[in-house]
């Protein structure tokens, strides 16, 4: 390393100020430079920007760890404000100095592509946008993290009430839906506004790069270039035809559980058995202990890997007031490590969303060891692979006699509860992708949330089977406001699509051979971003395809499991 004095970690600097990261930026530009020493160079380079990352990833979870502090609001708008613009324009200047050399080293060529890329969707004038972009995400944060409701005299949150969605008494169940769905229709018009301010900044950001419209700009953004919007397409046809009539043979299968004439939106959610509602655990500890010995039944170097996180204090898994909603696992890029950030409550979508962001987790531990920044940053349609075959993969090691919450038939419970939520899910997903392509390439339309609102209920009448939301169709249609992607990531969605049809093949792998598709998983994961998205599918086992064909060979997979599970409840 050539930089001298450079700090040794996040708590050495003052990440709130330019003036930390301009030098470190300042020697790299000047700095002679040529074939010899190029290696060295983008070795300080990597460095420079994993320190970059890891302060902006330390402020974003500070401030969303309690989204009510006005101090850690400050210390993300200050970061937002005085580093990353900076930090965009240094980059720029360093990747075209970058590019008056002919660097070709064989580990290099998708990094190099990937940096044309960006530097061609570059322009300045962007960054005040985005600036302004990520001060409207952090409002949407504020309003959907601050929501709260009376329940008998206590306040409760979006994910606390969403709790009682699993409640056997339907009456409880209809009054915390209707109580959230209060909540939000409460702040229809902020988000209206909130949303329509966004789309005419991405669209000028769009116009600013050349791009006809911010779906090609998003595209080019995301590097998206082993897939194109017309293969999207192709996806949502062969969810309409495929898993949209699976979907709705779970919904009857509930619906005659329940006895019920019409399933409502708050009988969805609630286990249809007679026995007790799942409650695997109390609090953060025992969540924490229970997946420590099932990732230690998948594979003890995985195991060792938890342990480091619940050591170093990288988990924060309980909900409280003033939490961000959601859950996430965020790259630490200096330490290489993860930080898993979601809102338990004790069900067992929490001990899901466990293994899900275990699996992101596992993703930075298995990329540790490339030796460039950029290296590691691997596809999200392959990132979520990872997150989502976890999920499979841990499966068979929920029972307590493996250390996990569950007795036998509590396990084939939950199985049943997540495998029939993969084919739930993609119906939504298609939903919430095709909402995203209309509006990034209507924006004149769709800055009229009223355009909105009738583009998601039409998409929801061709995806999403069932007549129970009749009397509540104010709350269906503006159900693009409860999906946080939509506003602060947008068109991050048909990612976690695509990565489902790889996990789940890699599932299917694991049937046969569990050691051997725990090896491909792992050897998968620790190419990062140095192999296209069909090579990183390959080497997991799988296929990166999306057709009619390959959906109803796992379509059918999941409900012949299904049907043999239930045999042991």
């Not at 970059?52 to 989204?67: H, P, Q, R």
């Not at 789309?199 to 779906?215: G, I, Y």
């Not at 969805?268 to 655990?281: E, I």
């Not at 379509?555 to 049907?563: A, P, Q, R, S, W």
């Amino acid at each position: 390393m050539a930089f001298s004095n450079f700090p040794q970690s996040i708590d050495e600097i003052n990440p709130r100020r330019w003036e930390t990261f301009a030098p470190y930026f300042n020697d790299l530009l000047v700095r002679e430079l040529d074939g010899s020493n190029v290696r060295e160079w983008l070795t300080d380079w990597s460095l420079l920007l994993r320190l970059c990352e890891e302060a902006g990833a330390m402020i974003y979870v500070e401030k969303s760890l309690n989204t009510a502090d006005p101090e850690k609001e400050q210390a993300f708008l200050d970061y937002v404000n005085n580093v990353e613009p900076q930090a965009r324009v240094a980059d720029q200047a360093l990747k075209e100095r970058l590019f008056e050399l002919d660097v070709s080293d064989g580990d290099m060529v998708l990094v190099l592509r990937n940096m044309r890329n960006e530097a061609e969707l570059f322009r300045e004038r962007n960054i005040p946008l985005f600036t302004e972009l990520a001060k409207l995400e952090n409002e949407y944060d504020k309003i959907t993290g601050g929501l709260k409701a009376d329940w008998n005299g206590e306040e409760k949150n979006l994910v606390q009430l969403g709790l009682f969605l699993k409640e056997k008494d339907r009456t409880v169940r209809e009054h915390a839906w209707k109580e959230t769905m209060n909540l939000w229709l409460s702040q229809r018009r902020s988000l209206n506004k909130l949303y329509a301010d966004m789309l005419v900044l991405r669209r000028q950001a769009a116009a600013n790069a050349d791009l006809p419209d911010f779906r090609a700009y998003a595209f080019r953004q995301k590097g998206r270039f082993d897939y194109t919007p017309e293969d999207c397409y192709t996806f949502h046809d062969a969810i309409e035809q495929v898993v949209v009539p699976a979907a709705r043979r779970i919904y009857e299968k509930k619906r005659q559980r329940l006895g019920v004439d019409v399933l409502r939106p708050w009988d969805v959610l609630v286990d249809t058995s007679d026995k007790p509602a799942l409650r695997p655990y109390i609090n953060q500890d025992d969540l924490i202990q229970g997946a420590l010995n099932i990732f230690n039944g998948v594979d003890r170097e995985l195991g060792r890997y938890f342990a480091t996180m619940a050591e170093e204090g990288l988990l924060d898994l309980d909900t409280r007031p003033g939490k961000a909603l959601g859950g996430y696992c965020m790259t630490l890029a200096m330490r290489k490590r993860p930080f898993i950030f979601m809102n338990g409550v004790g069900v067992h979508d929490d001990v899901q969303t466990m293994l899900h962001e275990a699996g992101h987790a596992f993703h930075v531990f298995e990329t540790a060891a490339l030796p460039l920044y950029w290296q590691a940053e691997k596809p999200m349609e392959f990132a979520e692979v990872a997150s989502m075959a976890m999920e499979k993969i841990a499966a068979p090691y929920m029972t307590k006699e493996n250390g996990g919450f569950y007795t036998a038939s509590e396990a084939a419970r939950a199985r049943i509860e997540h495998l029939e939520s993969e084919i739930l899910f993609l119906p939504y997903m298609a939903v919430v992708d095709a909402f995203q392509h209309w509006v990034y390439t209507n924006p004149e339309t769709a800055v009229d949330a009223a355009n909105c609102d009738a583009t998601w209920d039409a998409l929801w009448a061709r995806f999403m089977p069932g007549d129970g939301w009749a009397g509540f169709e104010e709350a269906r249609m503006t159900g693009w406001h409860r999906k946080p992607h939509i506003f602060t990531v947008p068109f991050y969605y048909i990612e976690y699509g695509m990565a489902q049809i790889g996990a789940l093949q890699v599932w299917r792998n694991s049937l046969s051979d569990q050691t051997g598709a725990l090896a491909a998983y792992r050897r998968a994961l620790s190419l990062g971003g140095t192999k296209t998205l069909p090579e990183l599918f390959a080497a997991a086992g799988a296929e990166f395809r999306f057709d009619t064909e390959m959906l109803t060979e796992l379509v059918t997979l999941v409900e012949d499991t299904i049907e043999t599970l239930e045999k042991d409840v």
